[in-house]
T-cell receptor, first 113, second 116 residues
Framework: GDSVTQMEGPVTLSEEAFLTINCTYT??????LFWYVQYPGEGLQLLLK?????DKGSNKGFEATYRKETTSFHLEKGSVQVSDSAVYFC????????????FGKGTKLTVNP | EAGVAQSPRYKIIEKRQSVAFWCNPI?????LYWYQQILGQGPKLLIQ????????DSQLPKDRFSAERLKGVDSTLKIQPAKLEDSAVYLC??????????????FGPGTRLTVL
């Protein structure tokens, strides 16, 4: 079945450091790919998404590119802030998001000032 | 626009007791999902409704879990009897119907269940 594997955490960075969180997937066909973020005490929020190969999703300085050849969707940010401290989940869905989301285990990011 | 509402936010019960969670999706959203998030893992879909019909309940432990969505609006998830391994956060999400241009799933704050 479909699955998502993402980098084990926790990840601790200093403010303004470069962030990469790796995500790879296994799925038949061409799923849509997502990054969700869960800030402390809050619900899951969509951070960015990509629906086809070579698409780049971006939001709040975060980016991820849908790489079909490597079945990857790595999350990057050039300069993290303390406010980016959260748990990040990579996910896929078969039908653009209306079908169930299959999530990775999550990566906890802590950014220190 | 009001978000997805869930209640209660926290619940502590003893094993073999029953418990129910309530979800009110965003107004007009036809699709409603219940996910289970065990500590240290990503959310896992339990059941998906389209209006008041079930689309996917393949991962719902039907011997103890049940869910309904009367009138295609709010929904209730029940566990009876609860086991220790049911301790988790139960997330409700909703989205717009298939065929629209934007099918983002919006999540509620979740209900944290502790089974002792």
């Amino acid at each position: 079945g479909d699955s998502v594997t993402q980098m084990e955490g926790p990840v601790t960075l200093s403010e303004e450091a470069f962030l990469t969180i790796n995500c790879t997937y296994t799925a038949t066909g061409y799923p849509s790919l997502f990054w969700y973020v869960q800030y402390p005490g809050e619900g899951l929020q969509l951070l960015l998404k990509a629906t086809k190969a070579d698409d780049k999703g971006s939001n709040k300085g975060f980016e991820a590119t849908y790489r079909k050849e490597t079945t990857s969707f790595h999350l990057e940010k050039g300069s993290v802030q303390v406010s980016d401290s959260a748990v990040y989940f990579c996910a896929l869905s078969r039908q653009g998001g209306s079908e169930k989301l299959v999530f990775g285990k999550g990566t906890k990011l802590t950014v220190n000032p | 626009e009001a978000g997805v509402a869930q209640s209660p936010r926290y619940k502590i019960i003893e094993k073999r007791q029953s418990v129910a969670f309530w979800c009110n999706p965003i107004s007009g959203h036809a699709t409603l999902y219940w996910y289970q998030q065990i500590l240290g893992q990503g959310p896992k879909l339990l059941i998906q409704f389209q209006n008041n019909g079930v689309v996917d309940d393949s991962q719902l432990p039907k011997d103890r879990f049940s869910a309904e969505r009367l009138k295609g609006v709010d929904s209730t998830l029940k566990i009876q009897p609860a086991k220790l391994e049911d301790s988790a956060v139960y997330l409700c999400a909703s989205s717009t119907p298939r065929g629209t241009s934007y099918n983002e799933q919006f999540f509620g704050p979740g209900t944290r269940l502790t089974v002792l």
